[in-house]
């Protein structure tokens, strides 16, 4: 390596760098290769010092450039240093000038493999006997080792998965990749279940432990991987989930449930027994009204025609007790359960219109011994064209030689449910 020391016309392509400076940094994308002519250089690997070059003739960054990587180590100065510089794309031409370095490289080379062929023989043997599978991969996690409990455990033998990627090992890609990037992040992972692909297609869980193998300059030579089966230790933790989520919740439920029970049920009784007046009230009113509504149109002189009929009607709204029972309408049927008169407080126009229609398609829900029904139909006015259900309450009119209409309460719902909570399901449940 001396010789090329000594040829002058490489003195053009010698630099100069001073103490300290970087000759290339981890990480770059560079090629070029270096001879060290004299000084000192020192390699980094994530800024720690690995080892140091001093030997005149040295080749440096020549990995970069025939593997056509990345730079996997940092070079710096110790003091200043003297090198020749060979461009990437001058590598050729300067290795076929001087020959005397091929065999350098290829002596290089060749005692990593070897070494290499020593360690994988030697690591065979010995995980062979481990207990726990054992799995080595290559820089790119091709499996290049596979014990005889990864065998056991994984459910595939050495023949089927040499070569592989590790990838189809395990269950969910995602996982997988989230893993890779936890091992990147860190350089090694004390413990990580996951769920992995078995032949006999049931859930199995590895708790995995890795370390990154490095070479003598500290470049990623491979992975290697130390499992263990846990998918008892998992199947329970899924029962104690099921267990905490649900059992013991409802436990505590039921639990906290009685508790308010006990301490809640005075103030809800008083509360059913409050609801319960009030719906009486609403009941009484309505009989009352219905009967005394009855008796005022039974009076009615015959020569009274409709509008006296319509000023009856019209009176009942004149007391503001109409409205705090949720009545917002007042309905005549004659015996055919066509409309004689109607008054609606606000809406004259819908009140006429009404007239003369019938209210033989709608069903008169109730006892039929009853003479108090409850009805459910659509009503259309200007704020609803398209029709709004709207919940009646009839009362049948007699006279002494039989029935003589209906007399219907158009009801608020809304005031109902707000002053006596009333809902139109509570209608039919009413005994008036």
Not at 330 to 338: G, P
Not at 412 to 426: P, S
Request: hydrophobic fraction near 40%; glycine fraction near 8%.
């Amino acid at each position: 390596m001396l010789d090329i020391l000594e040829r002058p016309e490489l003195e053009k392509c010698s630099i100069d760098i001073p103490a300290g400076e970087p000759l290339f940094l981890e990480g770059d994308d560079s090629r070029d290769m270096y001879v060290l002519v004299s000084g000192r250089l020192q390699v980094l690997k994530d800024d720690k010092p690995l080892f140091e070059i001093s030997t005149p003739g040295s080749l440096v960054g020549e990995m970069s450039y025939l593997l056509e990587s990345r730079r996997t180590a940092t070079v710096k100065t110790l003091d200043d240093v003297r090198v020749i510089q060979v461009p990437g794309d001058k590598v050729e031409e300067f290795l076929a000038e001087f020959p005397s370095l091929a065999p350098q490289i290829t002596r290089g080379l060749a005692h990593r493999l070897k070494e290499t062929t020593k360690v994988m023989h030697g690591f065979r043997e010995f995980c062979d006997q481990l207990p726990d599978a054992v799995v080595m991969t290559d820089r790119d996690r091709n499996i290049l080792a596979w014990n005889r409990a990864a065998e056991k455990l994984h459910g595939r033998t050495w023949e089927q998965m040499k070569g592989q990627p590790l990838a189809e090992v395990y269950h969910d890609p995602k996982e997988y990749q989230q893993f890779i990037e936890d091992i990147r992040a860190g350089n090694s992972l004390r413990e990580k279940v996951l769920a992995i692909k078995h032949p006999d297609e049931d859930e199995h869980y590895v708790s995995t432990s890795t370390t990154i193998l490095y070479d003598a300059h500290h470049n990623v030579e491979g992975y290697l991987f130390l499992g263990r089966d846990v998918t008892g230790i998992k199947n329970l933790e899924k029962k104690y989930i099921r267990i905490r989520n649900w059992v013991i919740p409802a436990l505590v439920g039921s639990g906290l449930l009685l508790v308010a029970l006990f301490f809640s049920l005075p103030s809800f009784s008083k509360g059913v027994r409050i609801l319960d007046q009030r719906k009486e009230s609403f009941r009484a009113r309505i009989v009352e009204d219905s009967q005394a509504m009855a008796s005022t149109l039974a009076s009615l002189p015959a020569e009274g025609g409709p509008d006296a009929v319509q000023q009856v009607l019209r009176e009942y709204f004149m007391d503001s007790t109409a409205e705090m029972n949720g009545i917002n309408g007042l309905i005549l049927l004659d015996q055919e359960k066509k409309v004689r008169a109607a008054y609606l407080p606000g809406s004259e126009g819908t009140s006429a219109a009404i007239i003369g229609t019938s209210y033989s398609g709608i069903p008169f829900k109730g006892d039929e011994e009853s003479r108090y029904r409850h009805l459910s139909l659509f009503r259309t006015d200007k704020e609803n064209p398209m029709g709004m259900k709207g919940e009646e309450l009839a009362y049948e009119l007699r006279q002494p030689d039989g029935p003589a209409g209906w007399l219907l309460f158009q009801l608020d719902m809304e005031q109902l449910n707000r002053e006596f909570g009333i809902g139109a399901k509570m209608l039919d449940k009413i005994q008036f």
